[in-house]
């Protein structure tokens, strides 16, 4: 058996107990990126909140390594994983730089100040994500597009194996989108790191993952390398887009093929 | 070379321009400290001279410095203005202690042990446990009096608790912990209408909030209870900057939230009980003293706000119990009047700033 670095077995999630997709099976080597795609309500925040241990899961385990996510010490899992969410981080009169360096937390001491190498760390990753030139402006002030550059920063400068991002490009312009995405690429290649996250740029999906997994419905809709997943008319049928509506549009229904085709 | 360069350059320069920013920042913060520290001095030594009976300086300190003095002003002195002086300055720091936690606790900047209901709650099991006390001729003492409070405090903290989950609004929060406060002042006067009339006085100026009365035994019990706290809350400086990012992040930075929070209720509950079982109710310091300090340290950080909000509110509390002792004197006014006096616009303020930011 290939050994991998992220895997679940059986892994079912949902909230309060009820499922919502189940039987989930992925397998991860180390410094692979996996992007979850499906139609809005399909689950991809339930799955990354349970991969993260935000929601319990209801069944199955997960995997780090050997380690099983529930056996890990809450330390432990934070130097191994960093999160990027959708939700807001609170960051009353930080600036940029000081929320970086939160990401530094789990390799504080107990009144968590940081030492002369905590400082190079977040230096070095604020220069490697090119938020250095703002790093003294007010985290609340700066445009959307460079909050998610400065929370991209945090979560590398928690220096993580893995790094799980909620729909990390959305609401960014194509130029931020693109810049983000390589920042992920080059810190896979630089340092091996593994990216879960989702994403709702089909186009983008393509080019940047190793793997994809399709969700819609009860069950994993699919899962397998960008080449497997988007061939023709499985987009349509996963975002149930119907032959008739508005693919009558000669030109939306060529844009459709267009990315189904690898 | 290059290598070395860049190392040269990694020392002096690049960090460099970022530690000078952060000497800054620490500067401040420690003048910050220093001038409420000198702040409290100042408004300590004008509370024990000025009174009823004004006690000049220079005899203030030949008393204090243990010289012999005219037998009644160093009874007074000692007996009665050391004491109260003591206590607004570890009750004041521990409102405002109070006040900051469970605005951490809440992101609310408007929250506090009065605002809450806290302090209403507090109020009511130590009004009950005293009546009940004195119909039976028995003493009650201090700890008595803070177990009663504590416990009055976490029946109200366990409502707002259960309120705040169904509701997750700043408004909504704040009205229902004023509708606690209300109820449980009602039962609180429903008792005191019942009790004997010797209990009365005591209780009624005790539920309006009053330093008056304070004596030695008081303070070592509440210094203790206090300072205990104030030690435990410091401790958990780091989770709690974590815990300000929200939530979710705290946890993916490896905090466990549910002791936190259970640690968070508990000591603001203590802290509120020691406020409510010697002085009372006491309105606004909780969140206008909080919010000044961070004001005066352009920052939210656990580790520098915790000690800063303890001495901003033992200042604030000192300045507001020497106008209650002096405007009308020799009748005093409940401290709760001047403290809201000064309190109450500052949390307006705070309402006004959020709208416009929430627009802006």
């Known amino acids: ?38 139609p809005n309500g399909a689950g991809k925040s339930t799955v990354l909140k349970s991969i993260t241990g935000q929601l319990q899961l209801i069944g199955g385990t997960v995997f780090f390594g050997k380690n099983s996510l529930a056996e890990m010490k809450t330390n432990e899992l934070a130097r191994k994983m960093s999160v990027v969410l959708t ?48 790093k003294e402006q007010e985290f609340d002030k700066i445009s ?82 960008p080449e497997e997943i988007f061939e023709s008319d499985f987009i349509q049928e996963l975002f149930d887009m119907k032959e008739g509506d508005f693919l009558k549009n000669k030109k939306f229904s060529a844009y459709i093929k267009q990315l189904e085709c690898m | 070379m290059v290598c070395k360069e860049k190392e040269l350059s990694r020392h002096f320069h690049l960090p460099g321009t970022w530690s000078d920013k952060k000497r800054n920042r620490t500067y401040r913060y ?13 408004f300590f030594l004008l509370n024990i001279c000025i009174g009823s009976i004004q006690i000049p300086l220079s005899n203030t300190i030949r008393i204090l410095a243990g010289q012999k003095a005219n037998e009644t002003i160093a009874k007074i002195l000692w007996d009665i203005r050391l004491p109260r002086a003591a206590a607004v300055l570890i009750l004041g720091g521990a409102l405002s202690l109070a006040g900051y936690l469970l605005q951490t606790f809440f992101n609310n900047p408007i929250a506090g042990p009065f605002v809450l209901g806290i302090s209403s709650g507090a109020k009511m ?35 707002v608790l259960l309120v705040s989950r169904r509701i997750n609004s700043m408004s909504m929060l704040v009205v229902s ?17 019942f009790a004997d009339d010797a ?24 210094a203790v209870v206090v300072f205990l706290t104030f030690f435990a809350i410091f401790l958990m400086s780091k989770p709690l900057s974590a815990y300000q990012l929200g939530d979710a992040y705290a946890r993916s930075m490896g905090v466990n939230i549910r002791i936190l929070r259970i640690c968070i209720v508990l000591f603001s509950s203590i802290l509120s009980a020691c406020i409510v079982a010697f002085a009372g109710p006491i309105s606004f310091v909780g969140i206008a003293a909080p919010h000044l ?39 005093e006014l409940s401290i709760s009047t001047v403290t809201a006096i000064f309190g109450a616009p500052v949390v307006l303020w705070i309402m006004i700033k959020k709208r416009k930011g929430n627009h802006g």
């Open chain 2, 293 to 331: 300090v961070k004001k005066l340290l352009n920052t939210i950080e656990p580790i520098w706000m915790i000690p800063t909000c303890f001495l901003g509110g033992s200042v604030f509390c000192l300045f507001c119990d020497l106008l209650a002792k002096t405007i009308l004197a020799p009748t």
């Open chain 2, 177 to 193: 912990g004023v509708m606690i406060g209300y109820i449980c002042s009602a039962i609180t006067e429903l008792v005191i209408t």
């Open chain 1, 144 to 225: 959307d597009g460079q909050k998610q550059r400065v929370m991209l920063a945090r979560a590398i400068c928690q220096e993580p194996e893995i790094v799980i991002l909620d729909e990390p490009t959305s609401y960014l312009d194509i130029r931020y989108k693109l810049d983000f995405l390589s920042i992920l690429q080059e810190m896979r290649e630089k340092k091996g790191l593994t990216v879960i996250m989702s994403l709702h740029e089909l186009e983008l999906a393509k080019i940047v993952s190793d793997k994809i997994l399709c969700l819609k419905g009860e069950y994993v809709k699919r899962y397998g390398t």
């Open chain 2, 199 to 222: 209990d009365i006085v005591n209780l009624h100026n005790w539920s309006r909030g009053s330093f008056s009365g304070m004596t030695w035994e008081n303070v070592k019990v509440m």
């Open chain 2, 30 to 42: 420690l003048m910050v400290l220093i001038f409420l520290g000198i702040g409290a001095l100042l």
């Open chain 1, 1 to 38: 058996m290939k050994d991998y670095y992220f895997s679940t077995k059986k892994m079912c999630v949902g909230y309060e107990n009820k499922p919502l997709i189940k039987e989930i099976e992925l397998a991860l080597p180390k410094g692979e990126i996996l992007t979850l795609i499906g």
């Open chain 1, 87 to 134: 939700q807001k981080l609170k960051a009353e009169l930080k600036s940029c730089r000081d929320v970086v360096a939160t990401g530094r937390y789990p390799y504080t001491g107990w009144f968590g100040i940081l030492s002369k190498e905590d400082e190079q760390i977040i230096d070095e990753v604020m220069e490697l994500t090119h938020t250095a030139d703002i």
């Open chain 2, 125 to 159: 099991v130590v009004a009950l446990v005293m009546v009940f006390f004195m119909g039976k001729n028995i003493r009650v003492t201090s700890t008595t009096m803070i177990l009663a409070a504590f416990i009055g405090s976490m029946i109200s903290m366990g409502f």
